[in-house]
C-alpha cells in the first residue's frame, strides 16, 4: 500500500488550492483542528491504557518484580503468580498460527489477484472478507467440534508416526492443546492474509507486469519474481496484522488450549494464552493480589505487542532501505 | 476529498447530530409514562449460578409490586462482592462466603443470606462403560491429584465390584474460569484429603496438578464428552439439564448417595444446627445419611446499614417473600430449596438490617 503513489488522488488537492478564497482558510483551521483532535485522542487513549493497567497493578509489581516474567506457579490460594507459561503459550500458538496461515493466505492471495478469473476471484474474496467477519466464538466452537476430534484421532497420531522423534510431537493426545490453538487461530487470521495481500497485489502497476512479460518472463516468473517482491511490504504489514490478532485473541484460543499454565515442549499438550487467562479468572478474583496479577498480565500482553510491532516495524524499515523496488 | 475538507459539511453534519440527539432525548422523556409512581430501581450483581431463579424471582417481583424493578447483572461471585464493597450496587450476591478479609473492607456490616442450594457431580466418559460408578471422596482427591491414571486401578474397581472398567488412561478435566463451581469441588476435596488442601486448597480457580480446563460449565462437558476417558466435574443442575451421567460419591457417614434436589436439601438440614449466626458455612462433606456431600449455599449479600429508607423497606420485603413463596419456584428451575430450619433462622436475621 505504502508504495503505490497514487498519483491523481494526491495532486488534485495543489492544483485547486489557488483557488481556495480567504474564508476557507479558517475553515482549514478548524478542520486541522477537529482532525487533531481525533488522532490525539488515540495516543491519549493509549497512555491512559497503559496508565491504568500500572497503576492498578503496583502492588503485584512491587511483590513480584521482575520474577513475575520468569515466574512458572500460578497459583491463587498461595497468592504465588509467574507469568512464563501464559507468554509462553501465547508465543507459540502466534508463531504456530502465522506459520501455517503465511503460505496459505499469501499463496491465495496470489491465485486470486493473478491468476484466477476476475469472477472467480470476486466470488472467493466476497467468501473471505465474510470470513473475517465471524465472531471468534463460532471458531472456538469449530475448534472443540471438529479441528480438536480430527486433530485427535487423526493428526496427531501421524505426527507422531513421522515426527514423533521431535520432543514436539511426544506425549499424550488430548485434541485439545497448542497445536490445535494454532491451528484455529490460523484458520481465523487467514482471511486478514488473504484479503489483504490480495489488495496490495491487485495495486501493483500493470506497468511492472508488462515490463517482466515484455523481457520474456513467463506468467508465474512475473508474478513470483516481479508482483510479489514489489508487494512484500503489504504483505509483510498483513502478516503483522495477522500476528497481532493471533496474539490478542481471547475467546477462540481458551475454548480449544486446555487452558493449563505449563510449559511443556510437546505441542500436543496443553498450554495457556495471556489473554485468556485474564478472560477466564478476572470476574472471579477475589483475592487483590490475584486481580492485581491478572492485570500485571495484561501489561505484559500490551508490552508483548508493542516489541513485536517495534521488530515488525524494523523489519519493513530495513527491507525498505535495501529494497530496490521502490 | 475536497467535499470532506470543506467545513460547511462538517457543520451541517456536526448539527444534523446535535438535533438528532436532543430530538432523541425529548422523545425519550416523552415516552416515559406519565401516570405511574416513582419506580424504584434497585441493581445487585454477582453470582452466575443462581441467575436463572434469581431473574424469575426479581421479574415475578415485578409483577406484583409494579414500582419496584430490581436489576441483576451475574457478573461472577467475585465481581459482584468488589461492588458490593465499592458501593455500586444495593446488594451482590456469591456462590461462595465472603471471608474475613473482604467483611473487613466493607463499610457497613454485610450479611449473608442463603436463596438456594446448589450441587456438583462427578461427569465422566469411560469408552464402553456406561454404568453408574461409586467415587469414594478420597479417590476423587486422587484422580485428581493425579495419583490414580488408570480406570481400572485397584481403588475404583473396590467400590464398584462387578463392573469391567477398561485400563483407559484418565483425563482429567476441571474449570479453568473461576468459578463458584470450583470453589464447592476444592472446598470438598481439601476437606476429605489432606494432601489435597495442603497442596492445593480451596478458592474458585486454583493451580491444578494435573488436567484440561474447559470454560464454564459447558466447556468442561464439552471436553468430557469429546475426550475418551475423560472425567470433570459440573453443577447437577447442567448435569441434569444435558442428561450428562454422573457418579455417586461417598459421604460422610459412609452412604453412596447420588446427587438429587432431596439429597441436597438434606445437606443443608445437616448443618443447620451447627450453623454459625452468620451462615457463612461450608455444607461440603455434611453429616446425614442421605446428605450428599458436594454441596453449598448460594447467597444474596446485603448490608446491614441502607440509607434509603425505601430501597431498605424493599429489601426487607423482597427477603420475606424470597423465604415463602419464592422458595416454591426452587424445584421447577432443578434448584434444592432450602431446608425449614435455615429459613428460620433465614427470618430473624431480616430484622438486623436497619
Known amino acids: 500500500m505504502a508504495n503505490n503513489p497514487g498519483p491523481t488522488g494526491r495532486a488534485a488537492p495543489n492544483r485547486r488550492a489557488p483557488a481556495l478564497i480567504q474564508g476557507l482558510r479558517s475553515g482549514d483551521t478548524f478542520a486541522h483542528l477537529v482532525t487533531l483532535l481525533c488522532a490525539a485522542s488515540v495516543l491519549l487513549l493509549t497512555v491512559a491504557l497503559v496508565y491504568e493497567l500500572y497503576i492498578n497493578s503496583t502492588t503485584a509489581q512491587h511483590k513480584f518484580g521482575l520474577g513475575f516474567l520468569t515466574g512458572r506457579t500460578w497459583d491463587p490460594v498461595s497468592g504465588e503468580f509467574g507469568a512464563l507459561p501464559f507468554v509462553y503459550g501465547t508465543l507459540v500458538t502466534s508463531a504456530l498460527a502465522l506459520l501455517v496461515a503465511v503460505p496459505l493466505g499469501v499463496g491465495a492471495a496470489i491465485f486470486l489477484s493473478e491468476l484466477a478469473p476476475p469472477r472467480i476471484s470476486n466470488a472467493l474474496t466476497f467468501v473471505i472478507e465474510l470470513l473475517a467477519a465471524v465472531p471468534s466464538v463460532i471458531y472456538g466452537l469449530l475448534g472443540i467440534f471438529i479441528t480438536a476430534p480430527f486433530l485427535r484421532q487423526y493428526g496427531e497420531p501421524f505426527l507422531k508416526r513421522t515426527?514423533?522423534?521431535?520432543?514436539?510431537?511426544?506425549?499424550?493426545?488430548?485434541?485439545?492443546?497448542?497445536?490445535?490453538?494454532?491451528?484455529?487461530?490460523?484458520?481465523?487470521?487467514?482471511?486478514?492474509?488473504?484479503?489483504?495481500?490480495?489488495?496490495?497485489?491487485?495495486?501493483?502497476?500493470?506497468?511492472?507486469?508488462?515490463?517482466?512479460?515484455?523481457?520474456?518472463?513467463?506468467?508465474w516468473e512475473s508474478t513470483w519474481q516481479v508482483v510479489v517482491p514489489y508487494a512484500r511490504l503489504g504483505i509483510l504489514a498483513s502478516i503483522?496484522?495477522?500476528?497481532?490478532?493471533a496474539l490478542g485473541?481471547?475467546?477462540?484460543?481458551?475454548?480449544?488450549?486446555?487452558?493449563?499454565?505449563?510449559?511443556?515442549?510437546?505441542?500436543?499438550?496443553?498450554?495457556?494464552?495471556?489473554?485468556?487467562?485474564?478472560?477466564?479468572?478476572?470476574?472471579?478474583?477475589?483475592?487483590?493480589?490475584?486481580?492485581?496479577?491478572?492485570?500485571?498480565?495484561?501489561?505484559?500482553?500490551?508490552?508483548?505487542?508493542?516489541?513485536?510491532?517495534?521488530?515488525?516495524?524494523?523489519?519493513?524499515?530495513?527491507?525498505?532501505?535495501?529494497?530496490?523496488?521502490? | 476529498m475536497k467535499k470532506l475538507s470543506n467545513p460547511a459539511i462538517i457543520i451541517v453534519?456536526?448539527?444534523?447530530?446535535?438535533?438528532?440527539l436532543v430530538a432523541f432525548h425529548s422523545s425519550a422523556s416523552n415516552a416515559a409514562p406519565v401516570p405511574t409512581?416513582?419506580?424504584?430501581?434497585?441493581?445487585?450483581?454477582?453470582?452466575?449460578?443462581?441467575?436463572?431463579?434469581?431473574?424469575?424471582?426479581?421479574?415475578?417481583?415485578?409483577?406484583?409490586?409494579?414500582?419496584?424493578?430490581?436489576?441483576?447483572?451475574?457478573?461472577?461471585?467475585?465481581?459482584?462482592?468488589?461492588?458490593?464493597?465499592?458501593?455500586?450496587?444495593?446488594?451482590?450476591?456469591?456462590?461462595?462466603?465472603?471471608?474475613?478479609?473482604?467483611?473487613?473492607?466493607?463499610?457497613?456490616?454485610?450479611?449473608?443470606?442463603?436463596?438456594?442450594?446448589?450441587?456438583?457431580?462427578?461427569?465422566?466418559?469411560?469408552?464402553?462403560f456406561s454404568q453408574e460408578l461409586k467415587f469414594s471422596s478420597g479417590l476423587l482427591a486422587d484422580i485428581y491429584l493425579g495419583k490414580i491414571t488408570k480406570w481400572n486401578d485397584p481403588e475404583i474397581m473396590k467400590y464398584n465390584e462387578g463392573v469391567n472398567l477398561p485400563a483407559q488412561d484418565i483425563v482429567v478435566v476441571h474449570r479453568s474460569d473461576g468459578s463458584g463451581t470450583s470453589y464447592v469441588w476444592t472446598d470438598f476435596l481439601s476437606k476429605v484429603s489432606p494432601e489435597w488442601?495442603?497442596?492445593?486448597?480451596?478458592?474458585?480457580?486454583?493451580?491444578?496438578?494435573?488436567?484440561?480446563?474447559?470454560?464454564?460449565?459447558?466447556?468442561?462437558?464439552?471436553?468430557?464428552?469429546?475426550?475418551?476417558?475423560?472425567?470433570?466435574?459440573?453443577?447437577?443442575?447442567?448435569?441434569?439439564?444435558?442428561?450428562?451421567?454422573?457418579?455417586?460419591?461417598?459421604?460422610?457417614?459412609?452412604?453412596?448417595?447420588?446427587a438429587s434436589l432431596d439429597s441436597v436439601t438434606a445437606a443443608g438440614a445437616g448443618v443447620a444446627a451447627s450453623m454459625p449466626e452468620d451462615f457463612r458455612v461450608s455444607i461440603t462433606n455434611a453429616p446425614g445419611e442421605t446428605a450428599y456431600p458436594i454441596c453449598s449455599f448460594t447467597y444474596l449479600l446485603i448490608p446491614t446499614k441502607i440509607e434509603d429508607a425505601n430501597k431498605k423497606q424493599i429489601i426487607k420485603n423482597f427477603l420475606l417473600w424470597m423465604l415463602n413463596d419464592g422458595q416454591k419456584d426452587a424445584e421447577p428451575l432443578t434448584y434444592a430449596p432450602l431446608p425449614k430450619q435455615v429459613v428460620t433462622k433465614e427470618l430473624k436475621q431480616i430484622l438486623q438490617i436497619e
Open chain 1, 240 to 245: 503483522f496484522l495477522a500476528l497481532a490478532r
Open chain 1, 163 to 219: 515426527l514423533g522423534f521431535l520432543p514436539l510431537f511426544q506425549g499424550p493426545m488430548y485434541g485439545v492443546g497448542m497445536l490445535t490453538a494454532g491451528f484455529v487461530l490460523a484458520i481465523m487470521v487467514v482471511p486478514f492474509v488473504i484479503s489483504l495481500s490480495r489488495e496490495v497485489l491487485m495495486a501493483v502497476p500493470v506497468e511492472q507486469r508488462e515490463g517482466a512479460l515484455g523481457l520474456g518472463a513467463t506468467k
Open chain 1, 249 to 326: 485473541e481471547t475467546m477462540a484460543v481458551t475454548m480449544v488450549i486446555g487452558n493449563d499454565p505449563k510449559i511443556s515442549s510437546s505441542l500436543f499438550a496443553p498450554g495457556y494464552s495471556i489473554a485468556a487467562v485474564i478472560a477466564n479468572e478476572f470476574a472471579e478474583a477475589t483475592a487483590d493480589l490475584h486481580l492485581q496479577a491478572l492485570i500485571e498480565l495484561g501489561l505484559v500482553l500490551f508490552a508483548l505487542t508493542i516489541v513485536i510491532n517495534g521488530l515488525a516495524r524494523i523489519v519493513i524499515i530495513s527491507t525498505t532501505q535495501k529494497g530496490s523496488s521502490q
Open chain 2, 197 to 258: 488442601a495442603g497442596k492445593v486448597g480451596k478458592n474458585t480457580s486454583v493451580n491444578w496438578p494435573v488436567g484440561l480446563g474447559g470454560k464454564g460449565n459447558e466447556g468442561v462437558a464439552g471436553l468430557v464428552k469429546q475426550t475418551p476417558g475423560a472425567i470433570g466435574y459440573v453443577e447437577l443442575i447442567y448435569a441434569v439439564q444435558n442428561k450428562l451421567p454422573y457418579g455417586r460419591v461417598r459421604n460422610a457417614a459412609g452412604v453412596f448417595v447420588r
Open chain 2, 37 to 128: 409512581p416513582e419506580i424504584v430501581m434497585l441493581t445487585g450483581a454477582g453470582a452466575t449460578f443462581p441467575y436463572p431463579i434469581y431473574s424469575k424471582w426479581f421479574s415475578d417481583y415485578n409483577k406484583i409490586h409494579s414500582d419496584i424493578q430490581i436489576n441483576y447483572q451475574s457478573i461472577g461471585s467475585g465481581a459482584g462482592i468488589r461492588q458490593l464493597l465499592s458501593g455500586t450496587v444495593d446488594f451482590g450476591a456469591s456462590d461462595a462466603p465472603m471471608n474475613d478479609e473482604q467483611l473487613g473492607q466493607a463499610k457497613t456490616k454485610i450479611l449473608h443470606f442463603p436463596t438456594v442450594l446448589g450441587a456438583v457431580v462427578p461427569t465422566y466418559n469411560i469408552t464402553g
Open chain 2, 13 to 20: 453534519s456536526a448539527a444534523l447530530v446535535l438535533t438528532s
